[in-house]
């Protein structure tokens, strides 16, 4: 009985170190040097990089990748390029919320990738659903991981996007 257990616990720490690709520190390091890649095309591609070579990704590490491949089509130069990226970033997307459904994080990601890719393109299919949940997460004080920063900088770019009622921005403003 005692090796039964003992063989599950080292099951259960395999699992978690497969799918563990990055440590707290290395998540907020890599949160901080997003913001910075928005402007950077090198490091959007050195981040893009390593993300992409992480085997077992988790539902984050995939939601991180997408936006990254969003940030590539930004830096891009060639039209076709831009297109190609941003369908790429939203099937990424849309795996990452297949993986975790009521990560606000991701569903943040998705929904400010589509916010800002231009509407005739068709790409912003799913910035209704989107808005939803996250402010479904804001109704329940539901944030899963996100940290309180995260929290604040995702409540004031949902007011911002002026794509809210006042009733979700009344929700949303109990955060700032």
């Known amino acids: ?17 497969t799918y ?12 901080t040097n997003m913001v910075k890649a928005v402007e950077n095309a ?16 988790t539902a984050l590490i995939t939601g991180y990748t997408g936006t990254l491949e969003a940030l590539k089509a930004k830096h ?13 970033s939203l099937k990424t997307m849309q795996k990452a919320i297949d993986m975790d459904k009521e990560n606000m994080e991701i569903r943040f ?7 800002y890719t231009p ?5 912003s299919k799913d910035l209704a659903a989107d808005k939803k949940e996250i402010i479904k997460h804001y109704q329940n004080e ?3 991981l996100a940290d309180n920063e995260l929290v604040k900088n995702v409540a004031k770019f949902m007011i911002d996007s002026k794509k809210c009622t006042p009733a979700e921005i009344k929700i949303l403003n109990k955060h700032l």
């Open 42 to 57: 090198k490091l959007t591609d050195s981040l893009f990089t390593k993300l992409d070579r992480l085997p077992n990704k």
């Open 142 to 144: 539901n944030f899963g």
């Open 1 to 17: 009985m005692i090796k039964l257990r003992i063989l599950f616990l080292l099951l259960f720490a395999v699992i978690n170190i």
């Open 119 to 123: 509407s005739f393109l068709g790409f």
């Open 20 to 31: 563990a690709q990055l440590s707290t520190h290395e998540i907020a390091v890599l949160k």
């Open 76 to 88: 891009s130069w060639n039209p076709y390029n831009k297109i190609k990226y941003v369908s790429r």
């Open 109 to 115: 990601m998705r929904f400010s990738i589509e916010f």
